[in-house]
Nanobody, 117 residues
Framework: QVRLVESGGALVQAGGSLRLTCALSGRTFNIHIIGWYRQAPGKQRALVASVGGGTDYADAVKGRFTISRDNAKNTVYLQMNSLKPEDTAVYYC?????????????WGQGTQVTVSS
């Protein structure tokens, strides 16, 4: 299994920037893909960005958010620029990996991002 701990969420004004951090521990060598998801009040959790063989982004954040992974530090980052009020949500880190009975799909506890207008 993999344990994930998010940090970096805060209250920020529109147009500002934040960097979220996801610290990984456990069987990190067996991770296939890591994603940042977000969930706003009354909405479903949705994928924001992912990194595996390459990177992928939701249309709403393309050009503003950047996901990166530092394997030496077992850390994944989400750099968020030009933040908008609609980016307000709890942001979660997710890791999937393993095979067969060893497959895992792990979540962190989330970090709150609030963007004021």
């Amino acid at each position: 299994q993999v344990r994930l701990v998010e940090s970096g969420g805060a209250l920020v004004q529109a147009g500002g920037s934040l960097r979220l951090t996801c610290a990984l521990s456990g069987r990190t060598f067996n991770i296939h893909i890591i994603g940042w998801y977000r969930q706003a009040p009354g909405k479903q959790r949705a994928l924001v960005a992912s990194v595996g063989g390459g990177t992928d982004y939701a249309d709403a954040v393309k050009g503003r958010f950047t996901i990166s992974r530092d394997n030496a530090k077992n850390t994944v980052y989400l750099q968020m620029n030009s933040l908008k009020p609609e980016d307000t949500a709890v942001y979660y880190c997710n890791a999937k990996g393993g095979y067969g009975l060893g497959y895992f799909d792990s979540w962190g506890q989330g970090t709150q991002v609030t963007v004021s207008s």
